[in-house]
């Protein structure tokens, strides 16, 4: 089992549409969790952090489930520019320097 | 500020042959990282650095090297190419704190192709 997991997608939506993704991990010890993105040819850069309590950043949404060991993320008003590829990343305890990156998750919007 | 740079942005070896990526950042980051990118298999960690002078494996290291003789620059080794190394390749850098997470920033990449 991998340590990070998330549906592949392809998901398609239509601009204005919500959308959620979620992404389990199998270290109950791990610590620290993120949602990435990723353009088409492009670096990863930091969406937001995700926090026990879960936490909100405009349009996104972010979730932390410990008991299931899930995190999600959900997309209000989806946009065009939303259009990406999501990336889950897991920090472990002790270890908090490296992240567990996930495969990632294509979000299409169309118009 | 440019951030994280690379150099350079593609190449194209042949098996054997020999190169080195360079990974340049200018935010003053004591932690440096160099990850891999492969279809199907995620982001995976090389060689990382928590400051200039070390240097540490990461979860694929063989037939990769790795210096950090200055603080601001990262460098990976290739000695002897291989078609398997065919990948795209980015450096990132972070700060050190003492919060057990800082966000790491990226370079655009080094897409390398050996045949």
């Known amino acids: 089992r991998k340590e990070v997991e998330q549906d592949p997608g392809p998901f398609n939506v239509p601009e204005g549409a919500t959308v959620a993704f979620n992404c389990t991990y199998s270290?109950?010890?791990?610590?620290?969790f993120f949602w990435y993105r990723q353009d088409c040819r492009k670096e990863p850069k930091l969406l937001m952090s995700?926090?026990?309590?879960?936490n909100e950043d405009g349009r996104f949404t972010a979730q932390l489930n410990r008991a299931s060991q899930y995190i999600s993320l959900l997309i209000r008003d989806s946009k065009l520019s939303d259009s990406a590829t999501y990336l889950c990343?897991?920090?472990?305890?002790?270890?908090?320097?490296?992240?567990?990156w996930g495969l990632g998750t294509s979000l299409a919007v169309n118009p | 500020n440019a951030g994280v740079t690379q150099t350079p942005k593609f190449r194209v070896l042949k098996t054997g042959q020999s190169m080195t990526l360079l990974c340049a950042q200018d935010m003053n980051h004591e932690y440096m990282y160099w990850y891999r990118q492969d279809p199907g298999m995620g982001l995976r960690l090389i060689h990382y650095s928590v400051g200039e002078g070390t240097t540490a494996k990461g979860e694929v290291p063989d037939g990769y090297n790795v210096s950090r003789l200055k603080k601001q620059n990262f460098l990976l080794g290739l000695e002897s190419a291989a078609p398997s190394q065919t990948s795209v390749y980015f450096c990132?850098?972070?700060?050190?704190?003492?919060?057990?997470?800082?966000?790491?920033?990226f370079g655009p990449g080094t897409r390398l192709t050996v045949l």
């Open positions: 990132a850098s972070s700060r050190q704190g003492t919060s057990s997470y800082n966000e790491q920033f």
């Open positions: 995700v926090y026990s309590s879960g």
């Open positions: 990343v897991v920090a472990n305890a002790g270890n908090n320097r490296k992240l567990i």
């Open positions: 270290n109950s010890a791990s610590q620290s």
